[in-house]
């Protein structure tokens, strides 16, 4: 179990331009369409679902372990670990063969090493959430996305009272943010405060929303 230790602290200035949304889903409103996108971490592709459905990306990346049993909280199992990888893929059967969607099989950091630098216009994390698993993905998905473009970040918690389990989101986070110079632009908020946040490179001009 990972130890418990203050997060490093952020300055004013990386939270400046923060803004407090509903929920993740609010999120997609805020970040660009016809784009690039990858979504690091996909159980059963629903929140890919919405990707596609609100925001139309040229192209998603999706990348998972496809190595798991079907979330606990349904009530019923409609994947286990062995056929996990082949219901997303028939779940998006129709985009994969149009070449909307990607799937991407393997360890996450890894599967982003496979990208050049600078090529997603924003990136889902919802992988590892142990703190070193989330510092490399953070430190590929940096690398990878495009210098005006945004990282996206589920679970910004410190202590997940589901599992009784730390997380090291928000430790990996303000870390970037503070040696990497990135702010938080948007906080979404969850019911049980598993909150989502969205991080750019301090100076990007602002995204202009869909609802504007």
């Known amino acids: 179990m990972e130890e418990?230790?203050?997060p490093v602290k952020l300055d004013h200035k990386h939270l400046a331009n923060c803004v407090?949304?509903?929920?993740?889903y609010a999120i997609l409103n805020k970040l660009p369409s016809n784009a690039i996108v990858a979504e690091i971490g996909v159980l059963a592709g629903d929140f890919s679902e919405f990707i596609i459905r609100e925001t139309?990306?040229?192209q998603l990346v999706l990348i998972d372990t496809f190595n798991i049993d079907d979330w606990s909280g349904n009530e019923y199992k409609r994947f286990y670990a062995k056929n996990h990888f082949d219901f997303v893929n028939q779940r998006f059967k129709n985009d994969i063969d149009g070449g909307k969607v990607v799937l991407k099989r393997g360890f996450s950091w890894k599967m982003l090493k496979e990208f050049p630098d600078n090529y997603f216009d924003w990136?889902?994390?919802d992988a590892d959430h142990k703190y070193?698993?989330?510092s490399k993905d953070l430190s590929e998905a940096i690398r990878v996305v495009k210098s005006s473009g945004y990282i996206v970040l589920n679970d910004y918690i410190f202590y997940s009272?589901?599992?009784?389990?730390?997380y090291g989101v928000i430790h990996a986070v303000n870390e970037v943010c503070v040696n990497h110079d990135y702010e938080i632009i948007y906080l979404a908020l969850h019911p049980q405060m598993?909150?989502?946040v969205v991080i750019r490179q301090i100076g990007c001009d602002s995204i202009k929303s869909?609802?504007?």
Do not use: M, T
């Open 210 to 212: 869909k609802e504007d």
């Open 161 to 166: 009272h589901q599992e009784a389990f730390p």
């Open 123 to 125: 990136i889902y994390l």
């Open 4 to 6: 418990f230790v203050n």
């Open 194 to 196: 598993y909150c989502d």
């Open 132 to 134: 070193p698993g989330v």
């Open 56 to 58: 139309n990306p040229s």
């Open 20 to 24: 407090v949304l509903p929920d993740r």
